[in-house]
């Protein structure tokens, strides 16, 4: 039978691809996405999106109990099929100057995590005034995976400005998290000191090249431009595999 993974807030829909991946260590499954929509405009009409706060989620699928018992490959689990909401979470969070949080997530199945055992974690989105209109950060594109770091694009929509009779440019931000543990990472992008969101701005699904073994990632401007930007992804022991990208396998999760 289907089981619902996940439950997110009301007015959170998922729209873009769930990145599926997993560390060996502790072979604990994770289901990494945004949350947002675009509703294309028809004929004249511009483009919607979502007006309440959006999120970035990492969830951790522990009912995979079923699979166990039927695959050499073991995944960890829990017992439990209830259906995981943010309360059961981990809050991370960024400040004004886009520096992202680094809380520990202790995991629901270890000891000494009583009161605060987590199946993941989540991050909300900004809200900000675009001229005089309140737009939402939400993710309407597709995120990538490289290493232990899952990347997000964001968007937020611009405005034609009435006073002015001049438009408003869109903007978006570009997050690199731990992908287990929803963590900033320091220095992640070539060129900044400490673990900050970027302001690129850039348009459309992650991007990542690897040019003689070094990531780059794609930054696309609104008018089709390309640049790149270096990315220095943290190294550990064993590193995490990425499984793929899944929609209908999780289809329940929201």
Not at 51 to 79: F, H, I, M, P
Not at 111 to 124: I, L, N, T
Not at 183 to 197: H, R, T
Not at 225 to 240: C, M, Q, R
Request: hydrophobic share 35%; charged share 20%; proline share 4%.
């Amino acid at each position: 039978a289907t089981r619902k993974v996940f439950q997110t807030q009301a007015n959170q829909p998922i729209s873009s691809k769930i990145a599926v991946t997993y560390t060996p260590k502790d072979k604990r499954v994770m289901l990494n996405f945004g949350t947002g929509k675009r509703a294309a405009g028809y004929l004249d009409s511009q483009d919607e999106y979502m007006q309440a706060t959006q999120s970035l989620y990492g969830v951790w699928d522990s009912q995979l109990s079923a699979w166990n018992d039927k695959s050499n490959v073991k995944y960890r689990s829990l017992a439990s099929t209830a259906t995981v909401n943010r309360a059961a979470l981990t809050k991370q969070t960024m400040d004004n100057s886009n520096l992202l949080s680094q809380n520990e997530v202790c995991w629901a199945d270890l000891d000494g995590c009583m009161g605060k055992a987590s199946h993941g974690w989540y991050r909300d989105l900004r809200s900000e005034k675009v001229g005089t209109v309140l737009q939402y950060e939400q993710v309407v594109y597709n995120p990538a995976v490289y290493g232990k770091v899952v990347f997000f694009n964001t968007f937020i929509d611009g405005v034609s400005s009435v006073a002015t009779c001049e438009p408003i440019d869109s903007s978006g931000m570009t997050y690199g998290l731990e992908f287990a543990t929803g963590k900033g990472i320091n220095d992640l992008f070539v060129g900044s000191k400490g673990a900050y969101a970027m302001p690129y701005g850039s348009m459309g699904d992650v991007v990542i090249i690897v040019v003689d073994g070094k990531p780059y990632m794609q930054i696309k401007r609104k008018d089709g431009s390309l640049t790149y930007v270096g990315l220095n992804i943290p190294e550990d022991p064993v590193a995490p595999d990425f499984i793929g990208y899944k929609r209908l396998s999780w289809r329940e999760i929201f």
